[in-house]
């Protein structure tokens, strides 16, 4: 399998981000200061100040000329709609991956072997595996377009409050390994069901951390 670079420092930390605030992690008017999250995050202002360009022009955020950023109010509609998109966009990427003939096999043998050793997984290397499979789908699904969209909404792993980040991880790495054994298998139907199942789980622990932050909404 070809090599795969990770993405942008700015779509990763563009993806931390927008995790938080769809979470409820950061208020309504809270202001967030580039220098300090950069500090948070260990990398230059450079990569933080675009993801919040990004983020602003998701209607996330309201930038403030030298002051960071304003938090801007969101509902339990406009996670819901963040989701379904990636719903739409990465089902297709599954079909278009499959009837492309994506070798999984590297993915999936390193998938098993996570599996084997659950007890021994962190959170670097899930966040990064999950990364790669992730894009790995995209990018084989050969549409620039598309791939930069995927990006653009790419929110990382969504972990619920209910549940422990081993059950988690188990979880989320089984349907890994399902979606994978669908395109190797060539059925694009029930890949794309398991990708949707996949990420509607994600929505679902997201609305229920935002729910605990926000318990009047």
Not at 155 to 171: A, C, D, K, R, V
């Amino acid at each position: 399998m070809e090599s795969l670079e990770l993405m942008p420092a700015r779509v990763r930390i563009t993806s931390i981000l927008k995790k938080a605030l769809l979470a409820g992690e950061y208020k309504n008017g809270q202001e967030l200061s580039l220098t300090e999250i950069a500090e948070r995050l260990g990398v230059s202002r450079t990569p933080v100040r675009e993801a919040f360009q990004t983020l602003a022009a998701e209607g996330l955020i309201e930038l403030r000329m030298n002051k960071g950023a304003i938090v801007k109010p969101i509902n339990q509609k406009f996670i819901t709609d963040h989701y379904e998109m990636r719903i739409l966009l990465e089902s297709e990427a599954v079909a278009r991956a499959t009837r492309n003939g994506l070798d999984v096999s590297e993915l999936l043998t390193e998938l098993y072997h996570m599996m084997d050793n659950m007890d021994m997984i962190d959170r670097s290397y899930y966040t990064e595996l999950n990364q790669r499979i992730h894009m790995t789908i995209w990018k084989a699904a050969d549409n620039q377009k598309l791939l930069n969209f995927l990006m653009s909404l790419w929110n990382g792993p969504s972990i619920s409050t209910m549940n422990s980040e081993l059950e988690h991880y188990h979880q989320s790495t089984q349907e890994h390994i399902e979606i994978l054994q669908a395109i190797r298998a060539g059925d694009i139907t029930e890949g794309k069901r398991i990708m949707e199942w996949h990420i509607h789980r994600s929505m679902d622990n997201i609305l229920k951390s935002f729910q605990a932050a926000h318990p009047d909404c």
